[in-house]
């Protein structure tokens, strides 16, 4: 049975490099729940954490629930039931646009909470700065609909707003946020320095937890942008918390020849439990589960490792002897992770290991052509694997209503 196994230790180790960078920059370190929202695990990044990120109400709601602390919420729109229950306890509440924000204006400014100062709102801007490689999330393309673009800031009646958002990064370092930086520093220094704006929220995208990122130079850059323009900073990282730190396990289904090609087929589809591989698309590493006795070649490991096992990496299409087509037991031509190849052959029964499949991946997941949904696992720091979620016919049935 398909599993997906999050490890409680690799994920530790991404939330004290992010917790150190928010002590040594003063940075307010959030948890974007749209990357990674399985609150059995974010319980070991609470103490880390000093809150979250929601792109919505439900978000919010696992966060008051689940990681409490300060909700940031930013949505590209809210309807106004929705707002009215995020006013009684969000902290931060970002706008998209300026319609909206004088559409809710009122309702916002006369909350009790906002009164006190406990509530205050944002909003997204644009820099119209691109720096990302994947057009698919890049909101600074032309045309994008993610943000007030800075140009059009200018007559703009912001009374009422505390705060700037911008978020503009994918799996990035520190130059793209610097020169992205300096264009905001370029076209809003006045805004920036108004002492109505208090909070300069920067997104996602950082991949703080990467080794070779720069942390000082985010911590540097952090530092000057809060005593420069008496500004807390907010990051929203979601990937850098559980980047490296969980795996999807599958089985493979059957094993057949067809028009010249070999096929492994397994037990879980890259379209219902890991559509970015589809979507962004990339090809994620791949490792196959060594036979006892054969001596796997140690140096490359699947993020996570279960006690006793040792793996063998895939290759690229005929770089090892044996290549197959990884696919779905689906019905959708295109639901294939792509040809791999290993030293040895395949067979039924087999277990693959798909490589760091943590974030992006559970909160995504559907039943599409009703296949079994993989179970869902910690494994925790004594190396014991438990189970926090298992699915079964009635979780398909019930969500098709
Ligand atoms: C507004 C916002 N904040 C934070 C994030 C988290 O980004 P990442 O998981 O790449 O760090 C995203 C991702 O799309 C986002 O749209």
Not at 155 to 169: C, E, K, N, R
């Given at each position: 049975?398909?599993?997906?196994?999050?490890?409680?230790?690799?994920?530790?180790?991404?939330?004290?490099?992010?917790?150190?960078?928010a002590?040594?920059?003063?940075?307010?370190?959030?948890?974007?729940?749209?990357?990674?929202?399985?609150?059995?695990?974010?319980?070991?990044?609470?103490?880390?954490?000093?809150?979250?990120?929601?792109?919505?109400?439900?978000?919010?709601?696992?966060?008051?629930?689940?990681?409490?602390?300060?909700?940031?919420?930013?949505?590209?729109?809210?309807?106004?039931?929705?707002?009215?229950?995020?006013?009684?306890?969000?902290?931060?509440?970002?706008?998209n646009?300026?319609?909206?924000?004088?559409?809710?204006?009122?309702?916002?400014?006369?909350?009790?909470r906002?009164?006190?100062?406990?509530?205050?709102?944002g909003?997204?801007?644009?820099?119209?700065?691109?720096?990302?490689?994947?057009?698919?999330?890049?909101?600074?393309?032309?045309?994008?609909?993610?943000?007030?673009?800075?140009?059009?800031?200018?007559?703009?009646?912001?009374?009422?707003?505390?705060?700037?958002?911008?978020?503009?990064?994918?799996?990035q370092?520190t130059?793209?946020l610097?020169?992205?930086?300096?264009?905001l520093?370029?076209?809003?220094?006045?805004?920036?320095?108004?002492?109505?704006i208090?909070?300069?929220?920067?997104g996602?995208?950082?991949?703080?937890?990467?080794?070779?990122?720069?942390?000082?130079?985010?911590?540097e850059?952090?530092?000057?942008?809060?005593?420069?323009?008496?500004?807390?900073?907010?990051?929203?990282?979601?990937?850098?918390?559980?980047?490296?730190?969980?795996?999807?396990?599958?089985?493979?289904?059957?094993?057949?020849?067809?028009?010249?090609?070999?096929?492994?087929?397994?037990?879980v589809?890259?379209?219902?439990?890991?559509?970015?591989?589809?979507?962004?698309?990339?090809?994620?590493?791949?490792?196959?589960?060594a036979?006892?006795?054969?001596?796997?070649?140690?140096?490359?490991?699947?993020?996570?490792?279960?006690?006793?096992?040792?793996?063998?990496?895939a290759?690229?299409?005929r770089?090892?002897?044996?290549?197959?087509?990884?696919?779905a037991?689906?019905?959708?031509?295109?639901?294939?992770?792509?040809?791999?190849?290993?030293?040895?052959?395949?067979?039924?029964?087999?277990?693959?290991?798909?490589?760091?499949?943590?974030?992006?991946?559970?909160?995504?997941?559907?039943?599409?052509?009703?296949?079994?949904?993989?179970?869902?696992?910690?494994?925790?720091?004594?190396?014991?694997?438990r189970?926090?979620?298992?699915?079964?016919?009635?979780?398909?049935?019930?969500?098709?209503?």
């Amino acid at each position: 049975m398909a599993e997906f196994i999050l490890s409680v230790p690799a994920l530790e180790h991404n939330a004290r490099i992010l917790r150190a960078v928010a002590d040594a920059s003063g940075a307010k370190m959030l948890i974007a729940l749209k990357a990674f929202a399985t609150t059995s695990a974010l319980h070991y990044l609470h103490p880390y954490a000093d809150g979250a990120c929601a792109s919505g109400l439900y978000e919010a709601l696992l966060a008051a629930e689940h990681l409490g602390k300060h909700i940031a919420v930013y949505s590209t729109a809210y309807s106004k039931d929705d707002l009215t229950r995020l006013l009684d306890f969000a902290h931060h509440i970002d706008f998209n646009s300026l319609p909206q924000w004088m559409r809710f204006r009122d309702l916002c400014l006369q909350h009790p909470r906002a009164l006190t100062g406990e509530l205050q709102f944002g909003l997204r801007v644009n820099p119209c700065h691109s720096t990302g490689h994947t057009p698919l999330y890049d909101p600074c393309a032309p045309g994008s609909r993610l943000g007030v673009p800075l140009c059009d800031l200018h007559d703009a009646d912001l009374t009422g707003i505390s705060g700037l958002h911008l978020h503009t990064l994918c799996e990035q370092y520190t130059d793209d946020l610097i020169s992205t930086i300096a264009t905001l520093e370029e076209l809003a220094a006045p805004l920036l320095a108004s002492p109505a704006i208090r909070y300069l929220n920067l997104g996602g995208g950082h991949w703080i937890t990467k080794a070779d990122y720069d942390r000082t130079a985010l911590e540097e850059l952090i530092t000057r942008l809060q005593q420069q323009y008496k500004v807390q900073v907010f990051l929203e990282p979601g990937e850098a918390w559980c980047i490296h730190s969980g795996v999807l396990r599958a089985r493979v289904l059957d094993v057949f020849e067809s028009l010249g090609h070999h096929h492994a087929i397994l037990d879980v589809s890259v379209s219902a439990h890991m559509p970015d591989v589809l979507e962004m698309p990339y090809r994620p590493r791949v490792f196959c589960l060594a036979s006892p006795g054969i001596n796997a070649p140690h140096g490359q490991q699947p993020a996570v490792c279960l006690p006793g096992e040792c793996y063998d990496a895939a290759g690229a299409d005929r770089e090892f002897p044996y290549t197959y087509r990884l696919g779905a037991p689906t019905c959708l031509a295109g639901d294939v992770l792509g040809d791999f190849s290993f030293p040895r052959a395949l067979d039924i029964g087999d277990t693959i290991v798909l490589d760091d499949m943590a974030q992006y991946t559970i909160v995504k997941t559907t039943h599409f052509n009703g296949v079994a949904h993989p179970s869902i696992a910690l494994l925790l720091s004594d190396g014991t694997k438990r189970y926090v979620r298992r699915f079964s016919y009635r979780d398909y049935v019930c969500r098709l209503g």
